[in-house]
């Protein structure tokens, strides 16, 4: 068994960023993650937001690496052809108190470093989003906020990784730690790992992962985000992001255009105890029922498609708990709660500094160029779209999936790529096949068919 420099626990979009940036030094890395695919977690299933970090509390890391993340990632997407748009977001205020907020929120956005943005009257929201429920009385424009395919961007970085010589080990949930003076021997579901160093990035259970290492000292709340999404005739409604202005209780719901062309409302917030719960609930989609019905009342009459719910990994604090324990090479990234889709970049950065004085982490020369993605987003080219594409292979130009127009060459593609689907779903996130308003009624067993046909 050999034993690896750095072992990242959790491939999610944190881990695999991190794992990415490791695996372009002389290290040697393992990326373990317990389930069968990477992106399978929390980084699946949010609201695919590249944000600023306009309305992060300013001073704490999470600011600091938010707003840094975005510039990384942004640049990172049109390296690897993530699909970003950049639709921007209107934050809306419906009371004469949320008005008054306006100012507030635009002093903080500027207190985070972003300064892009501006105070509207009703006229110019109503101009901006003409079918905005009636009753807004001023919006704040936070034009660089933008969608990005979440999918993509966790698929890219663990691709990249893989290409750097990082050994990724799916199926491997961390059970045991055991820490020698040189060397810490992870115990896996499928078998013993040995690292010099260990980087925690397991989301939802960090905190188990911590403990392990003997620490007691914060306990994730698996907080629910439930999403309605609508067809994609819904999306002229939305040129923008349309945001609430945030309370207390949190960023609240949200009306956004999706970059596989649909519209969707959410998310909720609601704390749990169970860190498996990521079904949708009858009480969670009539709230957003209601809150759509006043937000834009005219998105209620299209047909909801999907509905999905992910789990932030909240740790009770308003910033991540990013820690170094250099006695044991070991460290802890907890907290990613509501962010770490735009930060992740940044955070494996942030590490890059923590770890400078302990590891070498001078580029490798040679490394070979960032992957190039399949385009999942509604509007750019897509194959079925490219008759040059589909003249020098005609597998691109026979369609699987009809609602999403996913060609048979994408679905091969996906099931040749560096990190293949182990399943269905994990088929869907790299390709959109069954993910269109049938969901996979008229299509499903034919790529069911395929992939298991390639499979063998
Ligand atoms: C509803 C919702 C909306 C959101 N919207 C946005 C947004 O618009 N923009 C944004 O930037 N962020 C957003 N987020 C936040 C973002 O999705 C998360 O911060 C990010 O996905 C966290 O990534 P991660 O890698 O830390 O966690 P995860 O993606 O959960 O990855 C952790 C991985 O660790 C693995 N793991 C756990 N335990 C073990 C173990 N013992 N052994 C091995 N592996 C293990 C898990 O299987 C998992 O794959 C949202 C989150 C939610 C829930």
């Known amino acids: 068994m050999s034993t690896y420099d750095v072992a990242v626990i959790g491939g999610g979009i944190v881990g695999s960023a991190i794992a990415r940036l490791l695996g372009g030094t002389a290290l040697s890395v393992a990326l373990l993650e317990a389930r069968d695919d990477v992106g399978d977690g929390t980084s699946k299933a949010n609201t695919a937001i590249l944000h600023t970090g ?6 704490t890391l999470e600011s600091r690496l938010v707003a840094r993340g975005y510039d990384l990632l942004g640049e990172y997407a049109q390296a690897t052809g993530i699909p970003v748009e950049r639709t921007g977001a209107l934050l809306v205020a419906w009371t004469p108190e949320q008005l008054d907020a306006l100012p507030g929120l635009r002093d903080k956005a500027g207190r985070n470093g972003y300064t892009a943005c501006e105070i509207v009257d009703a006229a110019e929201v109503y101009r901006r989003v003409p079918d905005l429920g009636a009753g807004a009385l001023g919006g704040l424009t936070v034009p660089g906020e933008s969608i990005i395919c979440t999918w993509t961007t966790n698929l890219a970085l663990a691709t990249d990784a893989v290409n750097r010589g990082v050994r990724l080990l799916r199926g491997h949930r961390v059970t045991e730690v055991r820490t020698g003076a040189e060397t810490t021997r992870l115990t896996t579901t ?3 790992v040995t690292a010099r160093w260990v980087i925690n990035a397991a989301g939802l259970g960090a905190d188990a992962i911590d403990a392990l290492f003997g620490y007691d000292r914060f306990t994730v709340t698996p907080r629910r985000g439930e999403l309605l999404v609508f067809d994609k005739l819904a999306r002229p409604l939305a040129p923008c992001i349309v945001l609430p202005v945030p309370s207390s209780a949190g960023k ?3 009306v956004s255009p999706t970059i596989y062309g649909n519209v969707m409302v959410g998310p909720t917030a609601e704390d749990l105890t169970d860190r498996t719960a990521t079904g949708t609930s009858e009480a969670g989609l009539e709230f957003l029922r209601e809150k759509g019905a006043a937000l834009m009342p005219r998105l209620m009459e299209e047909e909801v498609t ?10 009770g604090q308003d910033d991540y708990l990013i820690d170094l324990d250099a006695g044991r090479r070991y460290l802890l990234v907890g907290g990613i709660r509501s962010t770490g889709l735009t930060a992740g970049m940044a955070i ?3 590490l890059g500094e923590l770890l400078a004085g302990h590891l070498d982490l001078t580029e490798r020369a040679g490394l070979p160029a960032p992957p190039r993605m399949p385009n999942l987003g509604e509007a750019f080219e897509r194959p079925y779209q490219d008759a040059a594409a589909i003249a020098a292979d005609p597998e691109y130009g026979r369609i699987v999936c009809f609602c999403e127009r996913v060609t048979r060459g994408e679905i091969r593609d996906a099931l040749a790529s560096v990190v293949p689907p182990a399943g269905l779903d994990g088929l869907r996130r790299r390709t959109r096949a ?4 049938c969901q996979g009624f008229y299509c499903g067993a034919r790529v069911r068919e395929i992939f298991e046909g390639e499979a063998e």
């Open 348 to 350: 494996a950065e942030h």
């Open 190 to 192: 499928a078998g013993e």
């Open 306 to 315: 999907a509905t999905y719910a992910g789990l932030r990994a909240a740790i």
């Open 252 to 254: 609240g719901v949200l």
């Open 54 to 59: 306009f309305d992060a509390k300013p001073g």
């Open 434 to 437: 069954m993910n269109g308003r």
